[in-house]
């Protein structure tokens, strides 16, 4: 089973237009992130959240907004497409709290035209 | 805020050799993880480091945390074709709570026969 899934894996598409990525995690965790990986491989934290509750917005435009149903899930959805959106978006999931090992989802390949 | 920074940004050894990656911390360390991703797939959680001094290994692979917690080292020794990815060293951002990781920019490693 795998712990941390994401849809879909890859997901092109054209500027201006909206999608939505999806994540959920099979491990009971509290918490669940969405990272950023960009063309140069620098990986960086957009959102937290812990128990259905955004924890840690980091600067991220308006455009993107995580929605959590449930602790198992944490989906992003992206308005208006830019070019500069393209990236590799990554899901993972932890136990709450500090020194908690994060586990992460295979990542979501996006690319904007 | 806290910054990683690793070397060697790439590395290419010959299958066999041993190899060592760096990952320096501009603040102390509460956290510090090491994590392999190769492409199209999502980070794999190698190992967990927290207090100064300590050492873990798994199969081939060492890692330690100086003892200022301010340091990390990752070791392979005798590398081998499946060693090959990119190296990533994380750190929890806050020292308690909720805490997503910074990330190094990671280290490329190809091993070749």
């Known amino acids: 089973d795998t712990a941390v899934s994401q849809t879909p894996k890859y997901l092109v598409t054209q500027m201006g237009n909206d999608k939505s990525i999806k994540c959920e995690q099979n491990?009971?965790?509290?918490?669940m992130y969405w990272y950023k990986q960009d063309s140069k491989k620098f990986l960086k934290i957009m959102f937290s959240?812990?128990?259905?509750?955004?924890?840690i917005n980091e600067t991220v435009p308006n455009r993107f907004s995580p929605k959590s149903p449930d602790k198992a899930h944490l989906n992003l959805h992206i308005n208006s497409l830019e070019l500069g959106d393209s990236a590799v978006y990554f899901c993972?999931?932890?136990?709450?709290?500090?020194?908690?090992?994060?586990?992460f989802g295979p990542g979501t390949r996006l690319l904007v035209l | 805020s806290q910054e990683l920074e690793q070397s060697p940004q790439s590395l290419i050894v010959q299958e066999g050799k041993n190899l060592t990656i760096n990952c320096t911390s501009s603040?102390?360390?509460?956290?510090l993880y090491w994590y392999k991703q190769k492409y199209g797939e999502g980070l794999i959680f190698l190992m967990m480091?927290?207090?100064?001094?300590e050492e873990k290994s798994h199969e081939k692979i060492t890692a330690k945390l100086d003892e200022k917690k301010q340091q990390s080292s990752l070791h392979i020794t005798a590398s081998q074709p499946s060693h090959a990815g990119i190296y990533l060293c994380?750190?929890?951002?806050?020292?308690?709570?909720?805490?997503?990781?910074?990330f190094g920019k990671g280290t490329r490693l190809s091993v070749i026969a």
């Open positions: 994380g750190a929890d951002s806050y020292s308690s709570g909720n805490t997503p990781l910074v």
């Open positions: 959240y812990n128990n259905k509750e955004l924890i």
């Open positions: 491990l009971g965790h509290d918490t």
């Open positions: 993972a999931s932890s136990l709450a709290g500090g020194g908690e090992t994060q586990y």
């Open positions: 480091l927290q207090k100064g001094g």
């Open positions: 603040k102390t360390l509460y956290g």
